[in-house]
């Protein structure tokens, strides 16, 4: 008689192994240990052999009888059952292997090296969040371009504009990576280039009228917070470097009696130097008191292994009252000096700009930049803190004459 789910349910174990036959060839497997296991017995090429279809109850008596009648389905054409079996599991593997996160996260390896840390993570998270949910375990071949707009539709849906455009772009790269390993042969984000509106640029916070750029500077003198973070955002002004190079500062970059910092711009991975005015130079000279035996300019509040969180002058900032989003960003510092610098103490945009380590055509390559205008720059940011000096003290300060450096 055939099996039912009360006799494999109720069939307890024996001191050796035994089983319960169903029909056509199928029975339940009863180890001692208690395990029961679904096998078939058949015959192919004249020889007797057996095919496992799971573990009872995982696969219930209904999902075994299927996987019966398929099999002798392929032993009715002339195909071995085990073997059909195998090279599905061949197809299943190659297809996971050949999976779109599969093949991101090989990419991701790849390029880890070339990358900054922050970076990588940020990547990572965005594909965990944003992608492997959807598409994660597609076979990267059977990708469309519909099924990436979806998501990066959904990204846009909630306001992310900039991270669905970034998105596109890194599956873009994921399939070009693909391609140049022989495991896809075309890329379908390429095809939705401006499928997502265009991304409305918004600036930093900035602060750049003079008067309150004084008021600020006087409430840093009410910051409470630690030593470190009071110089960060007291140097963030003055040198206004990006807020990720200035909290990554190293005393080995810094010659103090030079009155010099020259360090590798991330951004256009070229050497920087940034003069050091005087006001700079005696609250690195204070800070170096603390911390001048570590690595780091700005050690980390946990460990001294680290830098300071890159959050650490915008929530200095909030803790003083001001508003990241709307008045001022430790970013923002960079567009404030900028138009000040530009406006009221009429500096030459040219030299400017190669202090802000921006790019910036010149025949004679990088290396050459580095040093540029340097006379021009060391007499700008001594004029610069001098400057904000006149501002924190409340004093009336007229603008220089056109021409002025």
């Known amino acids: 008689m055939p099996l039912t789910d009360a006799a494999c349910r109720n069939a307890i174990p024996r001191e050796k192994p035994y089983r319960l036959a169903d029909s056509g060839g199928m029975y339940l497997e009863v180890s001692p240990a208690g395990g029961k296991y679904w096998r078939l017995k058949y015959r192919f090429g004249g020889k007797e052999k057996r095919l496992a279809f799971g573990v009872y109850p995982d696969v219930s008596l209904a999902t075994a009888r299927k996987k019966r009648d398929n099999a002798r389905e392929n032993l009715a054409a ?14 299943a593997k190659l297809a996971a292997d050949n999976s779109f996160e599969a093949v991101a996260r090989d ?36 990708i469309d371009a ?18 669905a455009h970034r998105v596109r772009s890194e599956i873009s ?23 997502i509106p265009p991304a409305v640029e918004t600036h930093f916070a900035a602060i750049t009228e003079p008067t309150k750029v004084g008021e600020m500077l006087r409430a840093f003198d009410g910051f409470s917070g630690t030593f470190p973070v009071l110089c960060a ?26 009155a010099e910092w020259r ?53 200095a900032l909030r803790r003083l009252g001001y508003d990241t989003r709307t008045e001022i960003t430790g970013h923002g510092f960079r567009a404030m000096a900028r138009t000040i610098l530009h406006e009221e103490l009429h500096q030459k945009p040219e030299v400017i700009e ?5 790019t910036v055509p010149d025949a004679l390559g990088a290396a050459y930049n580095r040093t540029k205008f340097i006379k021009e720059r060391r007499a700008m940011m001594q004029q610069w ?7 924190k003290a409340g004093a009336k300060v007229l603008p220089f004459a056109a021409g002025a450096s």
């Open 146 to 163: 519909p099924e990436i707009l979806a998501v990066l539709k959904r990204i846009d849906s909630r306001g992310a504009r900039f991270s």
């Open 263 to 315: 360090y590798r711009v991330s951004k256009t991975k070229t050497d920087h130097l940034v003069p050091l005015a005087a006001q700079a130079v005696a609250i690195l000279r204070e800070l170096h008191a603390l911390a001048g035996k570590g690595q780091y300019v700005f050690p980390g509040a946990r460990t001294a292994e680290r830098p300071m969180s890159e959050a650490a002058v915008n929530a």
């Open 107 to 142: 990419w991701l390896d790849e390029r880890k090296s070339t990358v900054e840390s922050a970076q990588h993570i940020k990547t990572l998270a965005r594909l965990v969040n944003d992608v492997f949910p959807w598409i994660g375990k597609r076979p990267i071949t059977q």
């Open 354 to 358: 190669h202090q802000l380590a921006h």
């Open 385 to 391: 803190a001098d400057y904000l000096d006149r501002l």
């Open 233 to 258: 955002l007291k140097l963030a002004p003055l040198l206004f470097v990006r807020p990720g190079e200035l909290r990554k500062a190293e005393w080995a970059q810094i010659d103090l009696d030079r």
């Open 173 to 195: 790269r994921v399939f070009r990576y693909a391609i140049k390993e022989g495991k896809a042969k075309s890329d379908p984000a390429k095809d939705l280039i401006g499928a």
């Open 78 to 91: 002339g195909i071995d059952p085990g073997e059909a079996k195998k090279a599905d599991q061949r197809a």
